[in-house]
């Protein structure tokens, strides 16, 4: 899969992938897009693992700032450099926010990590107004923008509104491995 060739034609994508593919998946995505200033919006996981994955695999995050919305559902978060603390993942208005501050910015892409995670926190239908919200916002301001959606659930209301939403889906729910790469 080739992100940027996805991009070039698009503002706003959804990228399904199967949950035990998620770290593989999402630290291609990154190695593709480093280099361009990127605004990564964390749900499941905190800043600081994210930044270690990331280092680990040998991905520079020097012009990526991260929104995370998990670490002070844990506990009271030590400040990281660019990090930008929510208090949860229901805080909706808070995340919008500081998307939206980043796409002010001229940011080239904002992933959000995961569609998935939020019907946990809040209701089916603020996410929904959400996320048209940001997708629209994104496109007014030429930001690309990523949603992540792990793992497959053909009843999922909140991916069935996304796909209204995107400009493309990319399903790599039925594909084997190797087409990830």
């Known amino acids: 899969m080739d992100i ?21 998946i999402s630290t291609n995505v990154m190695r593709s897009l480093s280099g361009n200033k990127i605004g990564y919006v964390t749900l499941n996981k905190t800043c600081e693992s994210l930044q270690e994955t990331f ?28 990090c930008h603390f929510v208090k949860s993942p229901g805080q909706l208005r808070s995340i919008a926010s ?3 501050k ?25 996410i929904a ?6 997708a629209n916002k994104a496109k007014a301001s030429n930001t690309k923008l990523l949603f992540y959606g792990v793992g497959k659930r053909e009843d999922d209301i909140i991916l069935k509104h996304t796909c209204t939403v995107v400009d493309e889906v990319i399903d790599l729910t039925t594909r084997s491995p190797l087409a990830y790469e």
């Open 98 to 100: 500081a998307m939206i």
């Open 102 to 126: 980043l796409m002010n910015h001229n940011f080239d892409y904002l992933i959000f990590d995961s569609l998935t995670n939020l019907s946990v926190y809040k209701r089916k239908d603020a």
């Open 129 to 134: 107004k959400f996320i048209t919200i940001i």
């Open 4 to 24: 940027l060739n996805q991009f070039q034609n698009n503002n706003v994508l959804l990228l399904l992938m199967p949950s035990v593919d998620y770290i593989s």
């Open 55 to 82: 280092a680990k695999k040998r991905i520079k995050c020097n012009n990526t700032i991260f929104i995370d919305a998990i670490s002070q559902t844990i506990k009271q978060p030590v400040k990281v450099d660019h």
